[in-house]
């Protein structure tokens, strides 16, 4: 497996390391990162992983929106120049480490360090799977497409322009842990995490790094919505380099008794326990997350990042607030104003049959055996069955 970048790269390789151990459990799975990657001890916990093991990677940069302006940016084009360099080590690594590896298979989810790994793999003739939880696919995925046996892809393939003899519908991995919690478990699960003096809990995550622009709006509306909702317990995820800064504005801008009520951490592995203890989610809009929250049914409050390749986040939102399965706020509208979500949170909390609504949308959306279709496809390619069937 070779992943990295965000935990939206990782946790879906994850879930299918662990439904490839289930399904067979001497399998053994290694997972290639990239040197430097601030989430690499991640798979390294992992039980499900066997061996990890990085190589360089270099990243293209182009953000949605700037259009023929980023020709002209010099910080830009340096960077890339210089990540080009990194690719070429990168290439030159993988392809000694495949030899010495000879995996069966190597899946993807698309990152950058896909790029090196699977290029190699392409020279030297080994099958590799990639996958797509967009609707847009990723530029490592497009620049390794023509050599990949398989792409399994999270929506209908017709989407896709990969070629359809060649993909196959699988959904998007996520862990077993999540799935929707009954009443009695949600309460059990408060308990755990030391919230069951909570009668309504906000969970926040912009991602792996966090989401700046997202923390510092969800900071600017928690003294009303504490004041407003005595018995609320605010969950904010705020991403590893975050922590700390967030942190030390909550101490400066809420009282003792508040501060009690707010529980800041940098990063999470078992974020399915937070998140299932949630009345509310408040969230970026990418694929994997959103994939996650609806496996748990939960009420979504979905600001996408719109500068992100290929507005793809945009997309993955305005599909899910066409079917009436989220509440979508714009980025531009807390840029204007942070307390732009407060209309959004205090409707969900005010009225309950909304976000009983939302959620029942949203669960609707849920595919939880993902993982489970991916592992078989890549069991399947292994042993030489024919994809055309399924």
Known sequence: MTGGGSGG???PALAVAHELKQLRPDVHITYVGQTGDSLGDVPEQDKNIDQVLNVRAGKFRRYHGEGWRQLFDIGTLYKNLRDTMWLLVGIWQSFRLLGKLQPDVIFTRGSY??????????????PY???DSDAVPSLANRI???????????????????????????????SHKFYRLSEVEIISERKRLGLEKAHRVLFMTGGGHGADRLNKALMSCVPELLERY?????????????????RRRYKQNLSADQQKHVVVKGFVTNLHQYSGAADVV????????????????????????????????????????????????????IKNDPRALMPALTDLFDHPD??????????????PNSAHLLAMVLLELVEGKSLETQ
Request: proline share 6%; charged share 20%.
């Open 282 to 333: 408040l969230t970026r809009a990418g694929m994997t997350s959103l994939a996650e929250f609806a496996a748990q049914a939960k009420a979504c409050v979905v600001v996408p990042n719109p500068q992100l390749t290929g507005g793809h986040q945009l997309k993955n939102a305005k599909v899910l607030a066409d079917r009436k399965a989220i509440r979508l706020v714009s980025e531009d509208n």
């Open 113 to 126: 360090v896909s790029v090196p790994v699977c290029l190699a793999a392409a020279l030297r003739g080994m």
């Open 144 to 174: 390794i497409a023509p050599w990949a046996r398989v792409h399994a892809v999270a929506l209908p393939k017709e989407i896709y322009s990969y070629p359809a003899k060649k993909t196959v519908t699988v959904g998007v991995p996520i």
């Open 230 to 246: 005595p018995d609320l317990w605010v969950v904010h995820i705020t991403g590893r380099n975050l922590e700390a800064d967030i």
């Open 129 to 131: 799977i990639t996958h």
């Open 354 to 367: 909304k976000a009983k609504a939302l959620r029942d949308r949203l669960s609707e959306l849920a595919q």
């Open 9 to 11: 790269h990782i946790t």
